[in-house]
């Protein structure tokens, strides 16, 4: 005879219930505007004008800040206004956002920075801002307006990067300055505008213990702890040969964004290093010429950016991506390509460049407090 299995199924009541995922559990929330601030005409027209720190409300988790930049009232009164090639971002000379401790999260860095880090840092499905209703290039009459992101979370679909924003007596600061009317445009109109900028809050609400059939669900998000940042740094290039020690490792590198300004500050595409080639460690990670780099940085991103030599509102600009692994586009990553570097990491740039200027490094980096789960 077959023996008979001794395994029992367990009454239903001892069946361990599955947790609600958090982002099922808890909902979207806006907060704001929690500032307003405009800088008249005046103050425009004479200098730099510092603006906050803003704290950031207090409220669940913090996935971005959202800042909506509107510049009016200009008149070109006989002297239509012309743009400088990164205006409108340019408004912004400096912006950070600094955690309790003071310590810098993302930037400090400039409005054409944070514009290139919402571009190709994969947070939205149309990561162009100038494909949005919020956005107005510089009008003769010196006008503009954009929607900016200040980005925090990393990967939506598991609230994965979202921050912990439940202290009111200690908050996330903003810092904010705006530019001289010179770093907007080349010509300015006869009436400057005022410049207006308005802040809101995009987070997580913190989810009850159990939704209203009694299942448990998990109260915060994937990974909490782990915490991306955005920064940037200047390294002076010669004309000919380069080798650009990266000064920023030791996290998980999750986008490199290269920007390369001649010695009068404009970017420059066609004397850009080409081939260019991505060190780490010694070993060659990418030896590709421009061409290539860009091709792919149009079929990932779904944007058309010109050949290197036609100027274009990316001239001048490189980007190495390591989060396109779950679909083929940037964003919404598993994290399986991000680069892995320790502190004593070597992490290079290394080209013949066609003339002496600098090379702006934007770094999107990655501290994991633990890593995103699969999705089955």
Do not use: C
């Given at each position: 005879m077959l023996a008979m299995n001794s395994e029992t199924k367990a009454p239903a009541s001892e069946?361990?219930?599955?947790?609600?995922?958090?982002?099922?559990?808890?909902?979207?929330?806006?907060?704001?505007?929690?500032?307003?601030?405009?800088?008249?005409p005046a103050a425009f027209g004479s200098g730099p004008t510092t603006i906050g720190p803003f704290d950031v409300p207090a409220f669940g988790y913090a996935r971005d800040l959202l800042l909506l930049v509107e510049a009016t009232g200009g008149a070109a009164?006989?002297?239509?206004?012309?743009?400088?090639?990164?205006?409108?971002?340019?408004v912004i000379r400096s912006i950070a956002l600094v955690d309790v401790n003071g310590a810098p999260i993302v930037g400090p860095f400039s409005g054409y920075d944070l514009m290139l880090a919402n571009k190709w840092g994969g947070y939205a499905f149309e990561g162009d801002l100038t494909k949005l209703p919020a956005y107005s290039g510089v009008a003769t009459s010196g006008d503009f307006s954009f929607l900016i992101r200040v980005p925090l979370e990393i990967v939506a679909r598991e609230a994965y990067g979202a921050l912990a924003?439940?202290?009111?007596s200690s908050t996330y600061k903003l810092q904010i300055t705006i530019a001289d009317d010179s770093d907007v445009y080349s010509t300015a109109p006869n009436t400057l505008p005022s410049v207006r900028v308005r802040g809101w809050l995009e987070a997580w609400a913190e989810p009850?213990?159990?939704?209203?059939?009694?299942?448990?669900?998990?109260?915060?998000?994937?990974?909490?702890?782990?915490?991306?940042?955005?920064?940037?740094?200047?390294?002076?290039?010669?004309?000919?040969?380069?080798?650009?020690?990266?000064?920023?490792?030791?996290?998980?590198?999750?986008?490199?964004?290269?920007?390369?300004?001649?010695?009068?500050?404009?970017?420059?595409?066609d004397t850009f290093a080409d081939p260019i080639q991505l060190h780490l460690d010694g070993?060659?990670?990418?030896?590709?010429?421009?061409?290539?780099?860009?091709?792919?940085?149009?079929e990932r991103y779904g944007y058309q950016l010109a050949s290197i030599a036609n100027a274009d509102a990316d001239e001048g600009v490189i980007v190495y991506d390591f989060s396109h692994d779950f679909d083929g586009k940037p964003g919404g990553e598993l994290g399986e390509l991000w680069l892995p570097t320790v502190q004593s990491s070597r992490l290079e740039i290394v080209g013949s460049f066609g003339e002496a200027g600098s090379l702006e490094v934007i770094t999107n980096d990655i501290a994991p407090a633990a890593l995103i789960r699969r999705s089955n």
């Open positions: 069946t361990p219930a599955v947790r609600v995922p958090f982002t099922q559990a808890s909902r979207e929330h806006t907060e704001g505007a929690f500032f307003d601030a405009t800088v008249n009164g006989g002297q239509n206004a012309a743009a400088k090639p990164d205006a409108p971002w340019s924003n439940m202290n009111a009850a213990a159990q939704d209203p059939q009694g299942n448990p669900q998990e109260q915060e998000p994937s990974g909490l702890g782990t915490t991306q940042y955005w920064s940037k740094a200047t390294y002076s290039i010669a004309n000919g040969a380069n080798t650009v020690r990266l000064a920023r490792v030791g996290n998980l590198i999750r986008t490199l964004i290269l920007v390369f300004r001649d010695s009068g500050g404009a970017r420059e595409g070993r060659i990670v990418f030896n590709e010429g421009q061409l290539i780099r860009r091709s792919l940085m149009a």
